[in-house]
């Protein structure tokens, strides 16, 4: 004997697994946890370790939502967090983004624009930790995760890459000292590096290396603003006096030119690699059928 499904639950079911509600309901969730971060890293704000340990407890609540959402609702296995690479591609993005972010200062350096005073004690490095985690896991699962697979479905990788790299530079705007300038600096830079990172590797680590390491380098390590909050002291005690088209102003380097050459650069090179292997997705009306 056999029993009937429900033409209503099916329907129901198709509507879950659509894009648009991938990013409706996975991508409200994830807002919801970012803002839970937000309260942590203020919460602790003179409690570093435990800030971090907050944040890391929340991410892998984050990757567990995101995982639970592709095999429960879209039933599919979320082959983008797949561990196969996963230590050597976030490797390489740890080191490619403190790489271009470093270059960035030293270019700095060389012009007499970001001087050194001096040195902090090793453990003005820790606070950072919570940030650049934050922004790294959760920032790269709604923006590549979410909203970039979701256009792409439909609309293919080049509308995907425009689009979400629009979005994430747009969401810039509500940061403290935000402007749009620096918002289309980051739409460009970033939203076209990270976007690389995933179509060159169809997975987010690489692209979370990046994002993870840069935020941290800029934080930690040189005690620059990032991306319009307000400073806080890193490894390094500078000076920094310079034009804002060198220096990003009040936004930080991203806002910067030298940020916008480098980074845009090094994502129009994965651009060309992923293009060469085929990784690239065509909109569904120009797919075989």
């Not at 890459?161 to 994430?168: I, K, T």
Request: glycine share 10%.
């Amino acid at each position: 004997m056999t029993i009937a499904s429900n033409p209503q639950s099916g329907i129901a079911r198709r509507i879950l697994r659509s894009p648009p509600a991938r990013v409706l309901v996975l991508g409200f969730i994830l807002l919801i946890m970012m803002g839970l971060n937000t309260d942590v890293m203020t919460s602790y704000a003179g409690e570093p370790v435990k800030s971090v340990q907050h944040i890391m407890a929340l991410a892998i609540a984050g990757f567990a939502v995101y995982l639970g959402f592709a095999n429960f609702v879209e039933q599919r296995a979320a082959s983008e967090l797949a561990l196969a690479g996963m230590g050597r591609e976030l490797g390489i993005g740890l080191l490619i983004g403190t790489g271009l972010y470093a270059t960035c200062e030293l270019v700095l350096m060389a012009l007499g624009i970001y001087r050194i005073d001096g040195l902090n004690p090793l453990s003005f490095m820790v606070p950072a930790i919570a940030m650049a985690l934050s922004s790294g896991v959760f920032e790269e699962l709604l923006f590549r995760g979410v909203l970039f697979r979701s256009i792409e479905t439909w609309f293919g990788s080049w509308a995907a890459l425009a689009l979400s790299s629009l979005v994430f530079g747009l969401t810039h705007l509500m940061n403290p000292q935000g402007t749009l300038e620096g918002a289309l600096f980051i739409a460009v830079e970033a939203g076209i590096l990270l976007a690389a990172a995933f179509m060159l590797t169809r997975r987010l680590w690489l692209s979370m290396g990046f994002h993870v390491a840069w935020n941290y380098t800029q934080s930690a390590i040189f005690s620059s603003i990032v991306s319009g909050n307000e400073a806080a002291q890193g490894l390094i005690r500078s000076t920094i006096k310079g034009p804002d088209l060198l220096t990003g102003g009040s936004l930080g380097v991203e806002s910067s030119v030298l940020a916008l050459l480098l980074c845009t650069t090094t994502g129009i090179v994965m651009l060309v690699m992923a293009t060469r292997r085929g990784k690239i997705v065509a909109p569904i009306w120009k797919r075989p059928a």
